[in-house]
């Protein structure tokens, strides 16, 4: 079965740090690798994805993301935050199974708090 | 113009009451999804539509029950509402296997 593990539940960063959000993820085939943002009381936007092709895929707001086959990783990075970027971030991971109908695989999660 | 919109945007209702909710997509995607949103911001795949086929179930309780009239709606009936079905429930859809866009979420509360 799928999985995704984002094992840091909470993070805080100053505003202009760095950011690396962790992403570990268990599919049987090719899996296809997604990062959603959610503002509080909002949906969910699509940061970027990763389908085939260059392991580094840029996405949209300065994020960008790595996938590691030998790691099963596909870890989210920013140079420099901003206050506007405190947010719940998802991890996840689907697939061609049963036609592209399978549906996301996410993971629980990564609260990020920006400290002025 | 909104891609996915759902409504209504809260739900607040009995235990025991029968409720819908509703999504339309406008980009012409070939899939539709409903995910459920728990307390602790986990998100579950509840159902999938492709072609006014059900794709798949995640061991979602029979009371609950999507209904597709065209490509570009699929409704989530709920039937005997219970506290814990309490949560934010998204619709999401897309073309194939690929990115999905996710509509505003509708928040239902059972009282």
């Known amino acids: 079965a799928q999985s995704v593990t984002q094992p840091d539940i909470h993070i805080t960063v100053s505003e202009g740090a760095s950011l690396e959000l962790r992403c570990n993820y268990s599919?049987?085939?090719?899996?296809?690798l997604f990062w959603y943002v959610q503002s509080p009381g909002q949906g969910l936007q699509l940061l970027l994805k990763?389908?085939?092709?260059?392991?580094l895929v840029q996405g949209i707001k300065g994020f960008e993301a790595e996938f590691k086959r030998s790691q099963s990783s596909f870890n989210l990075r920013k140079p420099s935050v901003h206050w506007s970027d405190a947010a719940e971030y998802f991890c996840?991971?689907?697939?061609?199974?049963?036609?592209?109908?399978?549906?996301?695989?996410f993971g629980k999660g990564t609260h990020l708090i920006i400290q002025p | 113009d909104t891609a996915v919109s759902q409504t209504p945007k809260y739900l607040v209702t009995q235990m025991g009451n029968d409720k819908s909710i509703k999504c339309e997509q406008n980009l012409g995607h070939d899939t539709m999804y409903w995910y459920k949103q728990d307390s602790k911001k986990f998100l579950k795949i509840m159902f999938s539509y492709n072609n006014k086929e059900l794709i798949i179930n995640e061991t979602v309780p029979n009371r609950f029950s999507p209904k597709s009239p065209d490509k570009a709606h699929l409704n989530l009936h709920i039937n005997s509402l219970e506290l814990g079905d309490s949560a934010v429930y998204f619709c999401?859809?897309?073309?194939?296997?690929?990115?999905?866009?996710f509509g505003p979420g509708t928040r239902l509360t059972v009282t």
């Open positions: 996840a991971v689907g697939g061609l199974g049963g036609g592209g109908a399978d549906g996301l695989t």
């Open positions: 999401a859809s897309s073309q194939l296997a690929y990115e999905q866009y």
């Open positions: 599919y049987g085939a090719t899996p296809y």
């Open positions: 990763y389908f085939s092709g260059d392991t």
